[in-house]
């Protein structure tokens, strides 16, 4: 079972106090029981003496009538050698044979606690000696009941738990206030650590005083502090480095431009041999170049958050229809494409989307390539398909990152190798999603799945 | 920790236990002194010393305590269990006197040849006996001889152990 802080103080603090307590209890019961019968024994002796040091009618040995006289005088049980006579309350029997051979033996007074019945009972008893001479060979003994001494003793334990029980409310204050003190530090850096993982990096806690906790608040406020200043280092590096993809790309346009309309010049003339081989293939990385530079605008765009979406009602099966009519694939393609009404979206990004999905098919698969259109009341679905070996497991995860190569070895590809993930930013934009996998049969899968409303 | 602390508190507070237990016999200081008056004998109970008294002067003299010890225990003395190892059938004849110092001697009668001699215990019941009166008569005490009249046979001398040895067996 684990308790929390505040319990397990509790518990201490409320332990310390009754083991305290009943020790503290334990050691003064022992204490008041011995001083409440030493009193009782002290007085019973002290009567008992000075009734024997009166004086004693006794000159010679007694008879019996002389022994059972001394015993009523006395209150106590008479002895004399077999002789004994019993006293006022108490008899012969009563009077423990070890304390009577003690007495016989040591000639000395002797006290001895006795219990009869359940009953507690002190016995003293001594030689009747004369003052001048020893002995008289008779002895005395009498017993005194401690009913009162029992009661006074048995009051005690209540007393001591009653103060046990008054300790217990100061330490569970103390306790709770402990725990308070404790607790409240805590709590804050908890409710701190929750803010930060939410992302406020801001978040400073106040810390007061110097003990180990304080110690951890300002340690906390350290480590925010760091967290922030190198988050921000890192955005600004990252803001920086891509703001001059953008700039490289903005100033590579106007350079092609002009590039492209003297290729196509080019192209325009009637060029023979060697001329024409080099004027074709100028032609050709031009056109790819200035793609690429298309693309890295288009991608810059998603960056730096300034890519809008102009969505209106389409009919996503004519649209998958037109994209692969204006590319020329509509030969190569299969299609299945059921009607599923409209949707809203943004014609421009899904045709993007779409042919981006199916040229990478077209280039890194194998035909036949089929595009299958499904939808459900709150979506729609399009699945490109081709016949290829597939996307290996330790490709899929990264197929959208900006100019992965699946093979190191083919470097130069005919895509830019930002086409997929401009798709991916492009369905993005939708609050849609886009996933990499393999059809059953084998052969890579690209689902795309795009809401039918804005929300 | 604190439970094992707990549990030892538990088990020392059960064995010095609760409530009023009882004891063996233990001292309370010395007897009383009653102001008795009497002559002390030195007579036997159950084979241990057994101290009576007889009525008479504390100043009574040594032949006379003698004269009381050869009489015997009385009827109350007997019927409690009280008894001598003096045989019956002595009797003094004839003063204490000290023969050297501190060594005393005195004459008795037997009634007849079958009464036995003393033994060891009578000497010392003799012995105590006498002792208080040579004592208060100033002299120091180195024991006392019985002299068995008719022959002039010397039992003794006998002298007053503090205990008797015990013949409880």
Known sequence: MRLGLRARLLVAFTLVSVSTGAAVGAASYLRERDMVLSAAQDTMVERFRADLEREVPLDHSPTHAELVELAWRYRAVAVFANDHASGNGISFADVPKELRDQVRERRRTLVQRVEVNGQPYALVGAPLDGDVRGSTGVELYRRQHLGAQQDAIAALPRSAALLVLLSLLPAAVLALLAARGVLRPVRALRSGARRVADGHL?????????????????????????????????????????????DVSHELRTPLTAMTAVTEALDDEALTGDAATAAGMVSTETRKLGALVEDLIEISRFDAGVAGLRPEPVELGALVVATLAARGWTDVVRVDLPSVGPSELDRRRVDVVLANLVGNALRHGA????????????????????????????????????????????????????????????????????????????????????????? | MRRRLAAVLLVVSAVAGCGITPTEPFLYGLPPRSPVTGVQLHLLFGGDAFEVLRPG?????????????????????????VGTAVPAGYRRAGPVVEREAGRFAVVVDREDDRVPDLD??????????????????????????VVLGASGRELGPYRCEPVIPPSRR
């Open chain 1, 202 to 246: 801001d978040t400073r806690l106040p810390a007061g005083g110097s003990d180990e906790l304080a110690d951890l608040v300002r340690t906390f406020n350290a480590m925010t502090a760091e967290l922030e200043g190198t988050v921000a280092e890192l955005r600004r590096v990252d803001e920086r480095s891509r703001r001059f993809v953008a």
């Open chain 1, 367 to 455: 035909e036949p390539v089929t595009v299958v259109l499904r939808s459900s009341p709150d979506e729609v679905v399009v699945e490109v398909t081709d016949s290829g070996p597939g996307l290996a497991d330790e490709v899929s995860p990264h197929v959208f990152e900006r100019f992965y190569k699946a093979d190191a070895a083919r470097l130069r590809s005919e895509g830019s190798g930002l086409g997929l993930a401009i798709a991916w930013e492009n369905v993005r934009l939708h609050g849609g999603s886009l996933e990499a996998g393999n059809a059953p049969g084998g052969g890579a899968r690209f689902t795309v799945r795009l809401p039918r409303r804005r929300s």
């Open chain 2, 57 to 81: 002067p504390d100043s009574l003299g040594a032949a006379e305590r003698l004269d009381l010890l050869f009489a015997g225990p009385t009827e109350a003395e007997f019927l409690a269990g």
């Open chain 2, 120 to 145: 060891a215990r009578a000497g010392g019941q003799i012995a105590c006996t006498v002792l208080p009166g040579v004592q208060r008569a100033g002299s120091t005490f180195d024991g006392v001889v």
